[in-house]
C-alpha cells in the first residue's frame, strides 16, 4: 500500500510539473454553472395568457387531474377575465382543455379554487370561491362540468377567498370550509368581517351549512383555513388564519370533540394553544417539518411571519425567528411546506407581494431545511425567487419526476410555472404515494397520514385539501429519502386503518386504495442527469491551464482566442430600405416621448459613441446634448449609464439590458418586462428591447402632471405602470395622426392595413435602423480575425494575449461579441440616483432575479468600440477607461478608494459611500473573478489599453452624416437637444 502511495504521489508531481512548464497559459475560468433549482418554464409548458393585468388581490390555483388519465391538470382563476382549466399533456405542457369554457367565470372575481371529489364517483369535482356567488361544477364522469351550486346546498355570496375540504365527522364524505374575508368596502372598517361558511356533506350531493357549529367567532377578516390532526387523535381539527384588517380576532383553532352538541363538538382552543395571533394573516403551510410526528403551522403576515412548533402536548410555540424564517420585511401571502431537494426534510416557500416599507426588493423566498430546528435561504440561482407582487403558491409533481414543481400566482403577471431542477444533479432519492379512498374513506383520502421511515429517520405527511392561500396543492405525498435506497411506509386511514409495507423501493411512485395491502407502482418519468466536467475541464475552472507553447504571436493568439471562443458573429441580413428609413424617423423624432422633448438620439447620438457621454443619463424636460445636458427642471436622473448601440444586430445576442430585463430564448421568445403581454411580431432581441424605453418614465415617457413643449397634457403619463399596451396604443394614435409617418409605415409593411399596426412594427423599424448604421465591421480587430494578422499592431497583440491569458478579461468578454452576456458584482461604487424603490442603489440583476447573489450584479458589457463609449461601467462610476480597467484588478480596494471627484457636479454628492453601503455591495461580490489579483505593469497596462483601442471601428468616428435634417411631426430633430445659453444646436 505504501509503494502504492509513492507511485501515485509520483504521477500527481509529474502531471504538475506537465502542466506547468513550456505551455502557454489560458485565463482563468468561472466555475461551470449548475441548473437553477427552480426555473421557469411557463412558456414552454403553455402556461401563459392567463390573466388580466390589475391589482387584485386573488390569484387561485388548483391542482387536481380531472380526467383520470394519470396527469395532474391545472385550474387558475382571474378576478376579471376569464379563469382558466389547462388540460396536462402528458410531455411536460399544458393546453387549454375542451371543457375550459365551461369553468371560465368571466369577469366573476373568483379568488380561491379546488378540486375535490366530493361525491366520491372517483372523478374530481372543482369549487371556485368568488367575491360573490361560489361555484361548485360536478365533473360528469370526464366528459365535462355541470354547475351545481345551488342544487348542492352551497349559497355562499361574500368575499371568499379560500376553500378547503375535510372530513370532520369521518363519515367517508368531505365537508367544506370557505374563509370569507370582509364585506369591506361595503361596510367599512368598523364593522365585522363576513362569517366564514361551514358546510357538512350529506353524501347525497348536498351540504348542510353547519357554521354555528364552530364556537368563538367565524366573523374575522379569513383567508385560508386548513383541516388537520394537530392532535394526533385521529379527527380533523379546523386551523383558521384571519387578517387583522378588519375585527382582528385573531387566528383560530377549533379542536375536534367528537360526535354531540347538538351535531359535533368543536371547541375554540386558539388562546390555550398559544395559537391566536392577532396579525394580518395570509397564507398557511401545514405539515410536520421537524419529523417529530406533530402537525406544525406556518402563517404569512404583513411582516414578522410566525412558525409554530407542535408542541405535543395541544400547545403550540412560535419559533419563526430562532428557525430562521420569520422573513421580518416581507409582505407574505401563500406559504406551503415541500421537500424541494429530496433529503427528507420539508423546505419552506414563501409568496411575497412587496416589502414592509415598500423598499428594496420582494422577492418569493424560498428556505431550506437544516435537519436541526433552522432554515437557510436558498438565495441564489433559484428562478422561483419570484419579484413580482406574488399572492399564491401550490405544489405538484406535474411531471412525474419525483421533484415537486411549483406554480406562483401573481397580481398582474398571472402565474408561473417553477420546474424542479434538482433531479438533474442531486444523488438523493425519493418516493411519492398517491392514496384513494373507499369505503369509509373519503376518495382523496383526506386526513389520511403517511410515514415513512429510512436511515433512522421518520417523516409523518398528511392528506390535506386546502392551505398555502386561494390554493389547493397536489394530493400525492412526496417524501424525499436522502442516500436511501429505500423505505419502511405506514399508513393510518382517516378511519383508523393501519397497514405498513416493508422495503418499498425508492425512485417510484406508487398508489394504493383503501382495502389494498400492496402499493402499486405508477409511471415515473426520468430525470436527465448532468454529467460531471471531466479533469481536464476542471482544471481549467480552477487554474490558469495552459497549452503547449509556440513563440509565433498569432499562433499563441489563436490559441487565446480560440478558447475564448471568439469567432465572427453572425450578421442578420440587410433590413429592406423602407424599415430603414421608417426607422430613421422614429429614432430620431421625439414624437414617441410623453412630453414631446426626447427622442432615442437624445441619448444614443451617433457623435457620442451612441451614448450621450454622460455616466447617467438624463432623461425626459432635459435641455442639450451630452456633457452639456441639463435639467429643466427638478428631475430625478436616468439610473444607469446609456448603453451603446454598436453591432447589437448580431444572431448571437439574447441579453439586452444593463440588468437583462429583456432577454431572447430560441425555445421560448423574449423575456420581457411586459411578460406575456407582448405583442407578437417582434424580429430581434433587439427589437424587443426598443419597445420598452417609451414606457419608462425618466426616459421618455414623463410623470403625472407633466406637460408637453406646448403646454398640453401629457397623455401617456397618466397610463399606470403596470400597463404598457395602453402606452403602445397611445403612441401609435400619435404616429398615424401624422401624414408623413402613415406614408412610412405604408411603405414599410405594405401587406399591413393601418388598424393592424402596433408598436411592435415600429420597433422593428428602429432596430433596423440601428443595425444599418451602427453595425461596422472594420476594426483592427474584426480585419484580425478575417485573416489580416497585419491588422493589429504588435503592441495591441501583446494586449489581446493579456485580454486573452494573464489579464484574464476573456473569461467574461469572451466569444465575438466580446461578452458573455451574463451577471457579475464587480463591487461597482454605486452613484447616481440608484433605480425603483431600492434608491439610492441601484441592485442591478438582482430587481429581476429575486436572487440575493444577483445583488449589484450587471451585465458584461460588450467592448466593440470601448474606447469611445465613455463613462464606463453601468453607472459610468469610471471616466476613464484604464481606471475602468484597473478597477478589475482590485474590486473590493478600487470600491473602498473610489473618489468621485472624477464626476460631474451633478454626480458627486450622490455616492454612496458609506460603510454600510460598501459592505452590502461586497457581501454578495461575485467570486472567482479572474481578473483580480492580477499585478499588470505599466508597460503590460499600455499594451492592453492599445488592443482595446484596437476594438475601435475607424468608421464609426464621425457619424454626423446619419443625422436626418427633419422628422415626420416637425419637432426639433433629436428633441431638446439645444444649448439653452446659446440656443444653439450642439454637434
Known amino acids: 500500500m505504501r509503494r502504492l502511495f509513492v507511485v501515485l504521489a509520483l504521477m500527481f508531481t509529474a502531471i504538475t510539473l506537465f502542466l506547468g512548464q513550456g505551455y502557454l497559459r489560458y485565463a482563468a475560468q468561472h466555475p461551470l454553472e449548475e441548473p437553477p433549482v427552480f426555473a421557469d418554464v411557463s412558456r414552454e409548458a403553455g402556461v401563459v395568457n392567463n390573466r388580466i393585468a390589475g391589482i387584485e388581490m386573488s390569484a387561485g390555483i388548483a391542482w387536481g387531474d380531472y380526467d383520470n388519465d394519470g396527469w395532474i391538470d391545472l385550474y387558475v382563476t382571474d378576478p376579471i377575465g376569464k379563469n382558466t382549466l389547462y388540460r396536462n399533456n402528458g410531455d411536460g405542457t399544458f393546453s387549454l382543455s375542451p371543457f375550459a369554457g365551461q369553468v371560465a367565470l368571466f369577469n366573476t372575481y373568483s379568488q380561491g379554487a379546488t378540486f375535490a371529489d366530493y361525491d366520491n ?20 364522469q370526464g366528459k365535462g362540468f355541470v354547475e351545481v351550486s345551488h342544487q348542492a346546498g352551497i349559497v355562499d355570496d361574500r368575499n371568499s377567498k379560500s376553500a378547503s375540504w375535510g372530513d370532520y365527522d369521518n363519515d367517508g364524505f368531505l365537508d367544506l370550509y370557505i374563509a370569507n374575508w370582509s364585506c369591506y368596502p361595503k361596510c367599512g372598517r368598523q364593522f365585522d368581517g363576513e362569517a366564514d361558511r361551514l358546510y357538512h356533506n350529506n353524501g347525497d350531493g348536498t351540504f348542510t351549512e353547519v357554521t354555528d357549529l364552530l364556537k368563538g367567532g367565524v366573523t374575522g377578516a379569513g383567508f385560508i383555513a386548513s383541516f388537520t390532526d394537530y392532535d394526533n387523535d385521529g379527527d380533523l381539527d379546523i386551523y383558521l388564519v384571519n387578517d387583522e384588517f378588519i375585527n382582528p380576532i385573531g387566528n383560530k383553532l377549533w379542536r375536534n370533540d367528537g360526535a354531540g352538541c347538538g351535531g359535533w363538538c368543536f371547541t375554540q382552543v386558539a388562546k390555550e394553544a398559544n395559537a391566536d395571533s392577532k396579525v394580518f394573516g395570509m397564507g398557511l403551510a401545514a405539515g410536520d417539518y421537524d419529523n417529530d410526528g406533530d402537525m406544525d403551522y406556518y402563517y404569512s403576515n404583513v411582516g414578522p411571519m410566525e412558525l409554530l412548533q407542535n408542541q405535543g402536548d395541544g400547545t403550540f410555540k412560535n419559533v419563526a425567528k430562532e428557525a430562521g424564517v420569520n ?15 429530496n433529503d427528507g426534510w420539508r423546505d419552506l416557500y414563501l ?10 426588493i420582494g422577492a418569493n423566498q424560498l428556505f431550506r431545511n437544516n435537519a436541526d430546528g433552522t432554515f437557510t435561504p436558498a438565495a441564489c440561482r433559484n428562478e422561483a425567487a419570484d419579484v413580482r407582487m406574488s399572492i399564491s403558491a401550490a405544489y405538484a409533481d406535474y411531471n412525474h419526476d419525483g421533484w415537486v414543481d411549483l406554480l406562483v400566482g401573481n397580481l398582474d403577471e398571472g402565474y408561473r410555472l417553477y420546474k424542479n431542477q434538482q433531479g438533474q444533479t442531486s444523488a438523493n432519492h425519493w418516493l411519492a404515494i398517491q392514496l384513494i379512498g373507499a369505503g369509509p374513506v373519503n ?68 398508489q394504493i386504495q383503501y382495502g389494498e395491502t400492496a402499493l402499486q407502482p405508477i409511471p415515473t418519468t426520468p430525470v436527465a442527469k ?51 428609413k421608417l426607422g430613421e424617423a422614429l429614432f430620431w423624432d421625439p414624437i414617441l416621448s410623453g412630453n414631446r422633448d426626447i427622442s432615442c438620439a437624445t441619448c444614443h447620438h451617433p457623435n457620442l459613441g451612441t451614448g450621450d457621454a454622460l455616466s447617467v443619463s438624463i432623461g425626459t424636460n432635459g435641455f442639450g446634448l451630452g456633457q452639456q445636458r441639463q435639467f429643466g427642471n427638478a428631475r430625478e436622473l436616468v439610473p444607469r449609464n446609456a448603453t451603446p448601440l454598436y453591432n ?47 414606457t419608462s418614465r425618466d426616459e421618455m415617457r414623463g410623470y403625472r402632471g407633466d406637460v408637453d413643449i406646448f403646454g398640453q397634457p401629457n397623455e401617456l403619463a397618466v397610463i399606470v405602470d403596470y400597463k404598457a399596451r395602453p402606452v403602445w396604443e397611445a403612441l401609435m394614435a400619435r404616429l398615424l395622426a401624422i401624414p408623413g409617418y402613415v406614408d412610412l409605415f405604408r411603405a414599410a ?42 491588422a493589429l499592431s504588435e503592441e495591441a497583440k501583446q494586449g489581446a494575449m493579456l485580454f486573452y ?145 484596437s476594438l475601435t471601428s475607424p468608421s464609426a468616428l464621425d457619424l454626423s452624416h446619419t443625422i436626418p435634417a427633419s422628422v415626420p411631426s416637425g419637432l426639433p430633430v433629436g428633441g431638446n437637444i439645444q444649448n439653452i445659453e446659446t440656443g444653439s444646436a450642439v454637434p
Open 327 to 341: 422573513f421580518p420585511r416581507g409582505i407574505g401571502w401563500g406559504a406551503i411546506f415541500l421537500d424541494y431537494d
Open 530 to 580: 448532468i454529467g460531471k466536467p471531466s479533469f481536464l475541464a476542471y482544471l481549467r475552472t480552477l487554474t490558469n491551464y495552459q497549452l503547449p507553447f509556440t513563440t509565433d504571436p498569432d499562433a499563441q493568439l489563436a490559441r487565446l482566442m480560440d478558447k475564448a471562443g471568439v469567432q465572427l458573429p453572425t450578421p442578420p441580413p440587410p433590413p429592406p430600405p423602407a424599415l430603414v
Open 648 to 694: 447589437l444586430g448580431y444572431k448571437e445576442w439574447r441579453v439586452i439590458f444593463w440588468d437583462g430585463r429583456v432577454s431572447a430564448d430560441p425555445e421560448t421568445g423574449f423575456h420581457t418586462p411586459a411578460s406575456d403581454r407582448l405583442p407578437d411580431g417582434l424580429d430581434s432581441v433587439l427589437a424587443a428591447q426598443a419597445m420598452f424605453p417609451v
Open 443 to 510: 376518495r382523496d383520502a383526506v386526513g389520511a397520514r403517511v410515514y415513512v421511515t429510512a436511515g433512522g429517520v421518520t417523516q409523518m405527511q398528511e392528506v390535506i385539501l386546502g392551505s398555502s392561500v386561494m390554493a389547493g396543492n397536489d394530493l400525492a405525498q412526496y417524501f424525499g429519502l436522502g442516500k436511501e435506497r429505500s423505505a419502511q411506509v405506514r399508513i393510518r386511514w382517516s378511519d383508523g386503518t393501519e397497514q405498513v409495507i416493508p422495503n418499498v423501493r425508492a425512485d417510484r411512485r406508487y
Open 121 to 140: 364517483d372517483g372523478w374530481k369535482d372543482l369549487l371556485v370561491v368568488n367575491w360573490g356567488q361560489d361555484h361548485l361544477f360536478h365533473n360528469e
Open 805 to 949: 491569458g494573464k489579464a484574464g478579461c476573456a473569461s467574461c468578454h469572451s466569444t465575438g461579441l466580446l461578452t458573455d452576456q451574463k451577471f457579475y458584482n464587480l463591487a461597482v461604487p454605486q452613484i447616481g440616483d440608484g433605480k425603483g424603490r431600492e434608491q439610492p442603489l441601484d441592485l442591478g440583476r438582482a430587481r429581476e432575479t429575486g436572487s440575493d447573489c444577483d445583488r449589484f450584479a450587471f451585465r458584461t458589457p460588450p467592448l466593440r468600440n470601448v474606447a469611445i463609449t465613455g463613462p464606463w461601467m453601468h453607472n459610468g462610476a469610471f471616466t476613464t477607461l484604464e481606471a475602468a480597467v484597473r478597477h478589475h484588478l482590485d474590486p473590493k480596494t478600487s470600491l473602498q478608494n473610489y473618489d468621485p471627484s472624477q464626476l460631474s457636479e451633478l454626480l458627486k454628492d450622490t455616492c454612496q459611500n458609506q460603510p454600510e453601503t460598501i459592505a452590502a455591495i461586497l457581501q454578495w461580490y461575485t467570486p472567482h473573478n479572474p481578473s483580480e489579483g492580477v499585478t499588470l505593469t505599466d508597460e503590460e497596462m499600455r499594451r492592453l489599453l492599445a488592443f482595446l483601442e
Open 749 to 790: 409593411y405594405p401587406e399591413v392595413p393601418l388598424d393592424e399596426l402596433g408598436f411592435q412594427h415600429a420597433a422593428n423599424a428602429m432596430a433596423a435602423y440601428e443595425i444599418a448604421v451602427f453595425t461596422f465591421e472594420d476594426s483592427p480587430f474584426d480585419r484580425y480575425l478575417r485573416g489580416d494578422q497585419s
Open 351 to 360: 409568496a411575497v407581494a412587496d416589502t414592509t416599507d415598500h423598499k428594496d
